[in-house]
């Protein structure tokens, strides 16, 4: 179905990894996973796939691609020829949707097409009924949720009816359940004798679905696995490769070995004495009667990282911003702990960026308060890039006047102390460019330095891993322990189990805006939270 | 402002073209005051108004209509009975607000009943049925689509500016506009690249013209609307 003939494709005047020498062939009816480290080409495959390499994007193409007994690169007609063959789902829910409603995100496609409008609507009522989402037809999309939208995304290039369905990381900003669903689409897919191509970090929930797999790393096919081949890898193997869990299993086996989150230190539920204390939290929406958020009481260990767990729509997202003191709905206090963390003090001191305050029993933050006692490293980091240069983005969130008052605080010292943080960081070389010049990942750590830099003692953070391979995950898991061991309380909001187990000492679930559990990961709870967080995986 | 999301099903469904012309009618005649101060011209204004508030009750907001209803009557009430009492600035104040209650509130009217029941499919549909080519009608279908985008970029942007304190009141307001301008146009062009990627690779431009799904054509009551709103200007030659 698929035929690549000694393909190299370099990207015009960009500094993203192209494709090299790739020679290969994917059948017709074979579900093929790309994988390896982010930048390892696995993107640029499916673009060759779906044409939009080089069609949309400009660079070098030598060698053949063929989809469908089409030369993607010569075919008349372009794109659009290809996308009758080929149907592509994207990562990023927000930026693949034309229409407001879902019926008319089905029929897009098939209305480019110049299909008759009675044959779109049978098409996208036996396609509803395949997806099981009728409820959603006639919805508007920007109500529904990530895992809601990557269905609908899944469904509007199914209605089309194209042979090969190439996936760019659709799991990454999807919950258990959503991943579950996409589970059944891609068996659905299987079973109707698509070809499928998905390129993906998250690894578990393919588990029996994957007829082979090929491993990329700089642009090169470095490596070609079967589906049983990629199962049987042990844990070392896999490791070395930089692939996450392939099976749903290793995720709980990775954390009993790598025990750095199931600390002995706090046991099995929160200590009262040394936890910033939630109270009364609620949030109502406007016009709704019952409120959505609805926390009497929770305990957030100070100095610890917790990880804020549940499904799409739980609540998790509208507690932390109740948390950050964000919208004027949200109800409660926060108090503050009566005792500080253990052995955190003296770290404190020692970080640069850290206003050692004097730990009395303080009174309760309210919302205004809590704005300026915590501080949210967002999902998208672009929303909270300003500035001209890495540094001043740094210096923006540095407070005029420092709070301990014993530190010069004139613009020279600023500096000084916004260099450190930067070069705690790895930073330091890119101070001076423009923050939006950087990789993801590089942007995601100016945000944290402007967290640092803020001398906030709590710092949440919104989803930090969507999209990020094993390496990059463990990085943002290293950096969150760090925080929590200069005595920063961290609270992330989080799907992903490996990253949870990897980077949390406990977690706080939520279920339909309440707090359904609160434990530390000692190994009974580190098995709970994966179970919680696992998508069922059924062959 | 947005369109509505799903199609309007009730009984009297006019083609958006028809809506489109029935507004603009209802924006000339009560808006602009096409036609000044005859007396043809006030009846027809009279005329369209409570056509404005019938299409509104029977398409389903019934209670929008009557809100629309209560608040024009206060204001000709006020008209009538207030404004003669009352001089001075407050007098022009109250006359000025009234002026632009009256003129304005019909035209609110006809393009709620138009938003409401319209689809933007069924919007972009009517105008490729009207011939307007795809150069006009895919940006327009991109802007609707990107409202809500725009709006709630803009939130995460504020929330991101007030954490860093840099909000009105907050010491660094000089900042705040600036500041903002920045990440809402880079996310605003990743979000409008990542959009054209996924338009074409599903199809977008396969071919000159695209078909749709929305039920769109004209029926007994769009000729009798359009008939209606053919009056209205006839109404101008009259000789009084």
Redesign the interface.
């Known amino acids: 179905m698929i035929h690549f003939d000694q393909v190299t494709f370099e990207y015009a005047g960009d500094a993203h990894t192209g494709v090299y020498d790739l020679n290969g062939e994917i059948k017709s009816g074979e579900t093929l996973l790309l994988c390896g480290d982010s930048g390892c080409g696995k993107t640029t495959v499916t673009r060759l796939i779906?044409?939009?390499a080089p069609?949309?994007f400009d660079g070098t193409l030598t060698g053949h691609v063929a989809v469908a007994g089409l030369d993607t690169a010569s075919a008349p007609?372009g794109?659009?020829?290809?996308?009758?063959h080929?149907?592509?789902v994207?990562q990023?829910p927000?930026?693949?949707?034309?229409?407001?409603?879902v019926?008319?995100e089905l029929?897009?496609?098939?209305?480019?097409?110049?299909?008759?409008?009675d044959e779109?609507?049978t098409r996208?009522a036996s396609v509803a009924a395949d997806f099981h989402m009728e409820d959603l037809l006639?919805?508007?999309?920007?109500n529904l949720s990530g895992g809601q939208k990557q269905k609908v995304a899944c469904a509007?290039?199914s209605t089309?009816g194209p042979d090969v369905l190439v996936l760019d990381e659709p799991s990454s900003n999807l919950d258990a359940r959503a991943i579950a669903d996409l589970r059944a689409i891609i068996a659905l897919w299987k079973r109707q004798g698509k070809t499928v191509v998905i390129a993906e970090h998250r690894l578990y929930w393919l588990d029996g679905l994957i007829d082979r797999a090929w491993y990329l790393r700089h642009g090169r096919l470095e490596r070609e696995m079967t589906g049983d081949e990629l199962r049987g890898l042990s844990d070392a193997e896999r490791r070395e490769l930089g692939l996450r869990p392939v099976r749903a299993e290793q995720i709980v086996g990775t954390v009993s070995a790598a025990d750095s989150a199931a600390d002995s230190a706090f046991g099995s539920a929160p200590e009262t004495a040394r936890s910033y204390a939630v109270d009364h939290f609620s949030y109502t929406y406007r016009r709704a009667k019952q409120p959505t958020l609805d926390v009497p009481h929770a305990l957030l260990p100070a100095g610890r990282v917790t990880a804020v767990t549940g499904f799409n729509g739980a609540g998790k997202s509208t507690f932390v911003?109740c948390l950050?003191g964000?919208d004027r709905r949200c109800k409660g206090t926060l108090a503050p702990p009566a005792m500080p963390p253990s052995g955190a003090a003296s770290a404190t001191a020692a970080t640069p960026g850290t206003d050692a305050k004097p730990v009395k029993p303080a009174k309760p933050l309210d919302r205004k308060a809590r704005?300026?006692a915590?501080?949210?490293v967002?999902q998208?980091v672009?929303?909270?890039?300003?500035?001209e240069s890495v540094l001043d983005e740094v210096l923006?969130?540095m407070?005029?006047r420092d709070g301990s008052g014993d530190e010069p605080t004139g613009p020279a010292a600023r500096e000084t102390k916004a260099r450190s943080i930067l070069a705690d960081l790895d930073l330091a070389e890119v101070a001076d460019r423009h923050p939006?010049s950087l990789s993801g990942g590089q942007k995601q750590r100016v945000a944290i330095a402007?967290a640092l830099a803020?001398g906030r003692d709590i710092v949440i953070f919104d989803e930090p891993t969507s999209g990020l391979d094993m390496r990059h995950m463990r990085e943002v898991a290293g950096l969150l322990r760090s925080l929590a061991a200069s005595g920063r309380t961290v609270v992330v909001v989080t799907h992903d189990p490996e990253f949870a187990l990897a980077a949390a000492d406990g977690v706080l679930a939520i279920d339909r805006g309440r707090v359904t559990g609160s434990y530390a990961f000692d190994a009974a709870g580190a098995r709970r939270l994966a179970a919680f967080l696992t998508a069922k995986v059924t062959a | 402002m947005?369109?509505s999301?799903?199609?309007y099903r009730g009984i009297l469904r006019f083609d958006p073209r028809t809506k489109i012309l029935f507004t603009l009618t209802v924006g000339a005649f009560c808006l602009t005051m096409l036609g000044g101060s005859a007396p043809a011209a006030s009846a027809v204004r009279g005329a369209l108004t409570v056509v404005s508030f019938l299409l509104l009750a029977v398409s389903g907001r019934p209670r929008a209509a009557l809100v629309f209803l209560v608040w024009l009557g206060v204001a000709y009430a006020a008209a009538e009975w207030l404004l003669p009492h009352v001089g001075g600035f407050l007098g022009w104040f109250i006359y000025a607000t009234l002026g632009m209650t009256t003129q304005t509130l019909p035209s609110a009217i006809a393009s709620y009943w138009l938003l409401f029941t319209t689809?933007?499919?069924e919007l972009i549909a009517a105008l490729q049925r009207a011939r307007v080519p795809q150069a006009v009608t895919i940006p327009l279908?991109?802007m609707?689509?990107f409202f809500?985008?725009v709006v709630?970029?803009a939130r995460?942007?504020n929330?991101?500016?007030?954490?860093?304190?840099?909000h009105l009141g907050g010491?660094k307001a000089s900042?705040m506009f600036e500041?903002?301008v920045?990440?809402m146009v880079?996310?605003s062009v990743?979000?409008a690249d990542?959009?054209?990627?996924?338009?074409?690779?599903?199809?977008?431009?396969?071919?000159p013209?695209?078909?749709?799904?929305a039920r769109i054509g004209f029926g007994w009551q769009d000729w009798l609307l359009a008939a209606g709103c053919a009056a209205c200007f006839a109404a101008l030659a009259l000789p009084w």
């Open positions: 779906n044409g939009l069609h949309y007609g794109l659009a020829a290809i996308a009758r080929v149907g592509s994207f990023n927000k930026s693949q949707f034309f229409t407001l409603d019926t008319g029929a897009f496609a098939c209305e480019n097409f110049q299909m008759p409008p779109i609507r996208i006639d919805r508007p999309i920007t509007s290039v089309a911003r950050q964000l704005l300026n915590c501080f949210t967002l998208d672009n929303c909270e890039l300003f500035t923006l969130a407070p005029e939006l402007a803020s | 947005n369109f999301t799903a199609s689809t933007a499919g279908a991109v609707f689509r809500p985008t709630g970029e995460q942007i929330d991101a500016m007030r954490m860093r304190g840099v010491g900042e500041y903002r920045v990440p880079t996310n990743k979000i990542e959009l054209s990627q996924a338009a074409l690779t599903r199809g977008l431009g396969a071919a013209t695209r078909t749709s799904i």
